[in-house]
């Protein structure tokens, strides 16, 4: 049996113990750099095995010594806290408690996934980073308006082209015209560098059967699709759909002890933050499309108030993921137009080109026509809805009255 290597890792460098069939052993320090590690590696084993807290270049290291050893296991830093109680807290220490704990097979290891799943993961936290610091500037320029009493901007896109030509018409110091001014001109750098990234986010999606699949679903589009096919990678790791709602951090906390009942509290927020960001996003939206999802979003929402059915919901999108990943099928209420339109938008992002640059190129009866057709489906959905809400009260009726149908119907 190999030796189990434990490693601190550090910015500038990496504190190395070393447990081999007793208690770990202090072995010194190494530098952080891509020389230093590749000698450390050939001086392992091919039988050993090697442990590292996942931090930010944790990935970078364990791809060099991978080669060299038996297994590389990056362990997850808040469990590993959990687990081992030191009141002294120094490098060397850290490096030992890691090795005693792979020895003794107590790591809670970390998935790391393929280059891909790696990548799609660094394009959303980058895309989510530009979209936190374009709201930023967005408040900045709406503070700035607010404390000189300049009102709302009677455009409906505050910041397009009507909505700068406001801006630009408000009489303001010369120190707030320097902030505006500045903030627009970073609005627009943001912008730009968002586009780019969501452009290699649909490049990369268009042959992704997963995204495919999962835009299926009302309320999740594309962003929410490709968070969710990152978040997850291989849907084979999670056996029920209970155990990618835990990984989610949407099931809630629960209190028990002795002969009490259990207590269930607020969902528990642990894992990725990204991937409940955008589901309770997507749960806002699919409570307002017509389908199960809205029924069950009414019917959650006239017990527990909308704010709890929109988690609850969300929660529901996350199961409807787990089943169509895992049995590889498409939604079966999908709005098939609505779909279309996803697919469409993602072309577009990619770089397709468009079939009508404006409306103008039809000619007026075409126009006519298309805008008849539009409000005809308005009118039907319109209907589909009233159904709905009527199957949602008639659910919670009396049974006394249950049998009197509304006079519309």
Known sequence: ?????????????????????????????????????????????????????????????????????????????????????????????????????????????????????????????????????????????????????????????????????????????IDERLTVDGCLRQLDFLTGELAQVDAIIAEHALGDEDVRRLITIPGIDVVTAVTLAAVIGDVRRFPTARHLVGYLGLHPTVRQSGSGPARHGRVSKEGPAAARHVLVEAAWSAAKSPGPLRAFAQRTAARRGRHVATVAVARKLAVLAWNLLTRGEDYAFARPSLVRRKLRTLELKAGATRYFKHRRLLCVPTCRLLDGLMKTLKNLIGLRVCAEEYFVGFWHCPLLIRFDAPSSF
Not at 69 to 86: D, G, M, T, W, Y
Not at 136 to 150: C, D, G
Request: glycine residues 6%; hydrophobic residues 45%; aromatic residues 2%.
């Open 1 to 173: 049996m190999g030796r189990s290597i434990g490693l601190d890792v550090h910015r500038d460098f990496c504190q190395v113990a070393i447990a081999d069939g007793g208690r770990a052993r202090s072995a010194g320090r190494i530098a952080t750099t891509p020389q230093q590690l590749e000698l450390f590696a050939q001086s392992l084993a091919p039988t050993d095995r090697v442990v590292l807290e996942a931090t930010g270049n944790a990935l970078a290291i364990a791809r060099i010594l991978e080669p060299h050893v038996a297994e590389v296991v990056l362990a997850h830093a808040k469990q590993v806290r959990a687990i081992s109680h030191a009141r002294i807290k120094t490098d060397k220490v850290d490096a030992k408690v890691l090795a005693d704990l792979l020895a003794a097979g107590l790591i809670p290891a970390v998935w790391i996934g393929d280059e891909r799943v790696r990548m799609l993961r660094r394009l959303v936290s980058r895309r989510r980073g530009l979209v936190k610091r374009r709201t930023q500037v967005k408040n900045e320029i709406s503070a700035v308006l607010h404390r000189n009493l300049k009102g709302r901007n009677p455009a409906s896109d505050p910041f397009g082209k009507k909505g700068r030509a406001w801006i630009a018409a408000q009489q303001l110091p």
